[in-house]
């Protein structure tokens, strides 16, 4: 048995090795008639294809053993999706020069960069307790 935390660096590993095999499938796919490819890409096909059921089986293994605690997988997802919506608001206020016309055009906000910080800053910090909470239970929790 192996901890979710085990499992989710060994998930890792097995996509950046399949995105590896996938780039050598890519590269060496189409060459110049006469030149010889490096690798066998049946091969290469072959232990991509194997990988990504692993991946596969894997991925299935920690869901299961996250149900406890899916919840809170959610809630930082939309924390951190909500941080990033924040960051790309629009702050401008003034008068301003609008692309390429003469005019110029007086903006207001409804939510001030100061508040916009403070909004991400609380957001922030929702998500790294809720982060350490994740980290705690993956440590202990097997699958």
Not at 80 to 102: C, H, M, N, Q
Not at 126 to 135: G, P, S, T, V
């Given at each position: ?21 996938q780039k050598?499938?890519?590269t ?7 030149n ?5 890409l049946?091969?290469?096909e072959?232990e991509?294809n ?12 920690i ?7 899916q ?9 951190k999706?909500l ?17 390429f ?7 207001e ?7 916009i ?10 998500a790294?307790?809720?982060q350490d ?11």
């Amino acid at each position: 048995m192996k901890t979710i935390a085990k499992s989710l660096k060994e998930k890792n590993k097995l996509k950046l090795e399949i995105s590896q095999l996938q780039k050598r499938l890519n590269t060496h796919n189409s060459v110049i008639i006469g030149n010889k490819r490096p690798f066998d890409l049946t091969q290469v096909e072959t232990e991509m294809n194997e990988k990504i059921s692993q991946l596969v089986i894997l991925k299935s293994a920690i869901t299961k053993a996250n149900q406890q605690v899916q919840e809170k997988i959610y809630k930082i997802a939309e924390i951190k999706g909500l941080i990033a919506f924040y960051k790309k608001l629009p702050v401008d206020e003034g008068k301003k020069t609008a692309d390429f016309r003469s005019e110029s055009f007086d903006y207001e906000v409804f939510f001030n960069e100061a508040i916009i910080a403070e909004k991400i800053k609380k957001l922030e910090s929702e998500a790294e307790k809720i982060q350490d909470e994740l980290e705690s239970f993956n440590h202990i929790t097997n699958i």
